[in-house]
């Protein structure tokens, strides 16, 4: 479907840009060879005609139905080829948030010769027409999706163009280098090298670690779009359910005395520090023989080892073997170099002035000063806001410039990791002395896999996957 739709752009397309209904009004979008007459037979203005209008201008004008009966009164902006969010003949018409007004204006441009859009299909010609490379029109969806500032920062540095300047620069030089070596092969008879070898290993180097250090950016960007991953572990009754709702300011997980509450994982979303987290309530680790139970406790073990930080609650009030037994379990499933470790003294509320801070620390001293250790009370929300900072420190360190590219699409990923793998078969190749045509052929591969990223060499079911999952109207 998308193959025949976007091979011509001789049809003109139509959609709302907002959601009827929602506010005061509602932007319907159009775009194509036709866009400006469709909507001149749609919106009467009293002087100068919609088709008329020069680019860059806004109209007030009436909606008419087929009996002459006005519809809204509306507002046309209207912009020219090739200035204009798709390159095309375009105008966006305001009218007034009513579903009914919205689904009649829209009848009648389909009716004047327009059609309804299909998802992304304004970004898509977009593309097309050389308004935007592939990863800054994946970055128009981030930019409306993005539920944090850090994560708006990272999308609108993609739609600028500084991840795809990035790119560019790789493969400028890695395409030099390719150049020269086919040059060889024209020349193979007489021995000659085009390509200095010291300056070609390294500059493959050079490129190797850019390409490494954007694909390990993943780790970070993909929590930055999702959510950093926070599992909360502890035995039954330790309090996890109640540092979430206390954290979420909401009753979302349930509390109760009896042990084994929580039998599978209850994830929720917050915004600290301009950084999105999503906690995940985990059910009570314990041996249990309980089948549900226990399916639910293997579930926790897996967040613990999937999360970015791990929240470990201990209950002050419980015996210190227990605290000391769940802490090293804890701590033997955590890989310190991915991992944060929060240990948390949870219930001091319980204990008062009568809180012996030498005890706990005791009970954790063991472990080198890997963790952070807090004191809190989830019931009072006592050191909630100290445990908030923490949270939002550790991802200080990668945090710390959001305007560096960031990689946050697995697709990206994929595609680097496959660069620099061709890139390390150059670097062996070379190594080893072979010939230019099997370094030439890996480097290709490697310039392929960089230019499916901005849809320099992106097959046309790929863009048909990818536009597909954006809203009607972007």
């Given at each position: 479907?998308?193959?025949?739709?976007?091979s011509?752009f001789?049809?003109?397309?139509?959609a709302?840009?907002?959601?009827p209904?929602?506010?005061a009004?509602?932007?319907?979008?159009?775009s194509?060879?036709?866009?400006?007459?469709?909507?001149?037979?749609?919106?009467?203005c009293?002087?100068?005609?919609?088709?008329?209008?020069d680019?860059n201008?806004?109209?007030?004008?009436?909606?008419?139905?087929?009996?002459?009966?006005?519809v809204?009164?509306?507002?046309?902006s209207?912009?020219?080829?090739p200035?204009?969010y798709?390159?095309?003949?375009?105008?966006?018409?305001?009218?007034?948030?009513?579903?009914?007004?919205?689904?009649?204006?829209?009848?009648?441009?389909?009716?004047?010769?327009a059609?309804?859009?299909?998802p992304?299909?304004?970004?898509?010609?977009?593309?097309?027409?050389?308004k935007m490379d592939?990863?800054q029109?994946?970055?128009?969806?981030?930019v409306?999706?993005?539920s944090?500032?850090?994560?708006?920062?990272?999308a609108?540095?993609?739609l600028?163009?500084?991840y795809s300047?990035?790119?560019?620069?790789?493969?400028?030089?890695?395409?030099?280098?390719?150049?020269?070596?086919?040059?060889?092969?024209d020349?193979?008879?007489?021995?000659?090298?085009?390509?200095?070898r010291?300056?070609l290993?390294?500059?493959?180097?050079?490129?190797?670690?850019?390409?490494?250090?954007l694909?390990?950016?993943?780790?970070?960007?993909?929590?930055?779009?999702?959510g950093?991953?926070?599992?909360?572990v502890?035995?039954?009754?330790?309090?996890?359910?109640?540092?979430?709702n206390?954290?979420?300011?909401?009753?979302r997980?349930?509390?109760?005395?009896?042990?084994?509450?929580?039998?599978?994982?209850?994830?929720?979303?917050?915004?600290?520090?301009?950084?999105?987290?999503?906690?995940?309530?985990?059910?009570?680790?314990?041996?249990?023989?309980?089948?549900?139970?226990?399916?639910?406790?293997?579930?926790?073990?897996?967040?613990?080892?999937?999360?970015?930080?791990?929240l470990?609650?201990?209950?002050?009030?419980?015996?210190e073997e227990?605290?000391?037994?769940?802490?090293?379990d804890?701590?033997?499933?955590?890989?310190?170099?991915?991992q944060?470790?929060?240990?948390?003294?949870?219930?001091v509320?319980?204990?008062?002035?009568?809180?012996?801070?030498?005890?706990?620390?005791k009970?954790?001293?063991?472990?080198?000063?890997?963790?952070?250790?807090?004191?809190?009370?989830?019931?009072?929300?006592?050191?909630?806001?100290?445990?908030?900072?923490?949270?939002?420190?550790t991802?200080?360190?990668?945090?710390?410039?959001?305007?560096?590219?960031?990689v946050?699409?697995s697709?990206?990923?994929?595609?680097l990791?496959?660069?620099?793998?061709?890139?390390?078969?150059?670097?062996?190749?070379?190594?080893?002395?072979?010939?230019?045509?099997?370094?030439?052929?890996?480097?290709?591969?490697?310039?392929?896999?960089?230019?499916?990223i901005?849809?320099?060499?992106?097959?046309?079911?790929?863009?048909?996957?990818?536009?597909?999952?954006f809203?009607?109207?972007?």
């Amino acid at each position: 479907m998308f193959k025949n739709m976007f091979s011509s752009f001789e049809d003109t397309i139509v959609a709302p840009a907002t959601v009827p209904g929602t506010g005061a009004i509602t932007v319907i979008r159009v775009s194509g060879p036709e866009a400006i007459a469709v909507t001149g037979k749609v919106v009467k203005c009293k002087s100068k005609s919609i088709e008329s209008s020069d680019a860059n201008t806004i109209r007030y004008g009436f909606v008419y139905d087929e009996s002459g009966y006005a519809v809204d009164e509306v507002l046309v902006s209207v912009f020219r080829s090739p200035s204009s969010y798709t390159g095309e003949d375009s105008t966006e018409i305001s009218c007034h948030a009513s579903s009914y007004v919205a689904s009649e204006i829209l009848r009648l441009l389909c009716g004047a010769g327009a059609r309804m859009a299909e998802p992304g299909e304004f970004t898509r010609r977009a593309f097309v027409n050389g308004k935007m490379d592939l990863a800054q029109a994946e970055a128009v969806a981030d930019v409306i999706s993005s539920s944090s500032s850090a994560s708006l920062r990272v999308a609108m540095n993609q739609l600028r163009g500084g991840y795809s300047s990035e790119l560019r620069s790789i493969r400028s030089s890695l395409v030099e280098l390719t150049s020269l070596l086919e040059l060889e092969l024209d020349f193979s008879e007489e021995d000659v090298e085009f390509a200095d070898r010291s300056r070609l290993s390294s500059l493959l180097d050079e490129v190797i670690g850019h390409v490494s250090s954007l694909a390990s950016s993943f780790r970070f960007g993909n929590a930055l779009r999702n959510g950093v991953p926070v599992a909360i572990v502890g035995a039954p009754n330790s309090g996890k359910s109640t540092l979430l709702n206390s954290l979420l300011g909401d009753d979302r997980a349930i509390v109760s005395d009896v042990p084994g509450t929580t039998r599978d994982t209850v994830e929720e979303t917050m915004v600290v520090d301009g950084i999105l987290f999503r906690f995940i309530d985990t059910a009570g680790l314990r041996s249990s023989s309980d089948e549900v139970e226990k399916i639910g406790i293997l579930r926790s073990y897996k967040k613990l080892s999937e999360a970015s930080v791990v929240l470990a609650l201990l209950d002050c009030t419980a015996p210190e073997e227990e605290n000391e037994t769940l802490i090293s379990d804890v701590v033997s499933r955590i890989d310190f170099s991915a991992q944060k470790l929060v240990v948390l003294f949870n219930k001091v509320d319980i204990l008062g002035s009568n809180i012996n801070v030498t005890l706990l620390n005791k009970e954790v001293s063991l472990f080198d000063n890997k963790y952070i250790r807090l004191y809190i009370s989830g019931k009072t929300g006592f050191g909630l806001s100290d445990l908030k900072k923490e949270l939002a420190l550790t991802q200080k360190d990668l945090s710390s410039d959001f305007d560096h590219a960031i990689v946050t699409n697995s697709r990206h990923f994929e595609a680097l990791n496959s660069a620099a793998s061709a890139l390390g078969r150059v670097k062996s190749s070379l190594s080893s002395g072979l010939t230019p045509d099997l370094l030439a052929e890996d480097l290709r591969e490697a310039l392929h896999y960089l230019g499916t990223i901005t849809g320099e060499v992106t097959p046309d079911e790929v863009l048909g996957e990818i536009f597909g999952r954006f809203c009607i109207g972007k």
